[in-house]
């Protein structure tokens, strides 16, 4: 079945440092891949996403890379701030079926 | 907009009780989404909805769940009876359309059974 799996489970860095998180999907017909973050005792919010016809979209500090062919796709945030401790979580779906499957997440920490 | 709207934030109950969670979408949102979050299992698809019809409902983990959308700005999750291993934080989230563009999630429903 469809499944997405996401690496590492746990990330620590050092304040201005860069975190990256890649995931891997197995459903080739996704094409919509979302970002979400989750602070501790919150509901987990869209930071940013990235569709199939696109090879990297970026935002401020975070930036997305897919690679369709591999079927990876990554989440980079540089200059990272005590602010980005959360659980990101890497989802894929694709139209029509609108059934989005998420990974397992990363628990980010920042180290001041 | 106030965003989805979900009730109760917590909810401890005693198993075997029957279990009521509720969920208003955004107006406007024509898909509606249940997900149950445990470290365990992460965030998994119980349901959705689209235009108050179940879709997809394979998630369901048994016939103790049950969920319906009467409208469009109302669902319910209902988990009669209920057991400890349904203990849980239940999110809902709505999105527009049928094409991508993200969730938005309510607050989710803290459950616990004891």
Same mark, same amino acid.
Request: net charge positive; hydrophobic share 30%; proline share 5%.
């Given at each position: 079945?469809?499944? !997405?799996?996401?690496h $590492?489970?746990? #990330?620590? !860095?050092q304040?201005? @440092?860069?975190? !990256? ?5 197995? @459903?080739?017909?996704?094409?919509y891949? $979302?970002w979400y973050?989750?602070?501790?005792g919150?509901r $987990?919010?869209l930071i ?8 990297e979209?970026?935002?401020q500090r975070?930036a997305v890379? #897919?690679n ?7 989440l980079?945030i540089?200059?990272?701030q005590p602010e980005?401790?959360a659980?990101y ?9 609108f ?8 628990? #980010?920490?920042v180290?001041? | 907009?106030a965003g989805?709207?979900q009730?109760p934030?917590?909810?401890?109950t ?5 279990v &009521?969670? *509720?969920?208003?979408?955004i107006s406007?949102?024509d898909y509606?989404f249940?997900y *149950?979050?445990t470290m365990?299992r992460?965030?998994e698809?119980?349901?959705y ?6 879709i997809d409902d394979?998630?369901m983990?048994e016939? *103790?769940?049950?969920a319906?959308?009467p ?5 319910t999750l209902?988990?009669q009876?209920?057991e400890?291993?349904?203990s849980a934080?239940y999110?809902?989230a ?9 969730y938005t999630?309510?607050s989710? &429903? *803290?459950l &616990?059974?004891?």
């Open positions: 079945g469809e499944n !997405v799996e996401q $590492p489970s746990t #990330l620590s !860095v304040e201005g @440092d860069s975190a !990256v998180i890649k995931c891997t999907y197995s @459903d080739s017909a996704s094409n891949f $979302p973050k989750q602070e501790l919150k $987990p919010q940013i996403d990235i569709r199939s016809n696109v090879g979209k970026k935002d975070i890379t #897919l369709k062919t591999a079927k990876h796709f990554s980079h540089t200059e990272t980005d401790s659980v979580f890497c989802a894929a779906s694709k139209t029509g079926g059934k989005t499957i998420f990974g397992a997440g990363t628990r #980010l920490f180290k001041a | 907009d989805v709207i009730s934030r917590h909810e401890v005693e198993m075997g009780q029957e &009521t969670l *509720r969920c208003k979408p406007g949102h509606l249940w *149950r979050q365990m992460g965030l698809l119980l349901i909805f689209n235009n108050n019809v179940p394979s998630g983990p016939d *103790r769940f049950s319906k959308m409208n469009a700005s109302f669902s209902k988990i009876p209920s400890p291993r349904d934080v999110f809902c709505s999105s527009l359309g049928g094409g991508p563009g993200g999630f309510g989710g &429903t *803290r &616990t059974v004891v």
